[in-house]
């Protein structure tokens, strides 16, 4: 979608295509390695502070995947974890 994006776009105010596309590359990268890396932190500092919603997610998710790798069905019906992130977001 980008390559085509910038391919029909003509260019972003006179920069080169090359240039946009690399740009915007660093832009994806950082912005969802910075905000992963903050959350996925805070996310098991503070479980290991409330070990009883821990053990609640612990559950959930042994209980939704057993064994198999999460999906994305499994992870939107996974509650207690939604809670979670829910709570731990606007703290990071
Ligand atoms: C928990 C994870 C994340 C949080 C909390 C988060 C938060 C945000 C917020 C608040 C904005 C809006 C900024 C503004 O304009 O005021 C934003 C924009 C953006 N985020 Fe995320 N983000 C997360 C994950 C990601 C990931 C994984 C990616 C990419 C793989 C990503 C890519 C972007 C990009 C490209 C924008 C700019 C969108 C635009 O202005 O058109 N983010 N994010």
Redo the contacts with the bound molecule.
Sequence with gaps: MLLEGAKSSGGFNGMPHRKFIVDKCK??FF??HE??AL?TSWSLMLLALQPDWQARAHAEVLEICEDKPPDADMLRSMKVLTMVIQEI?PLS
Excluded: D, N, Q, R
């Design positions: 832009t994806i912005a969802g905000t992963t959350v977001l």
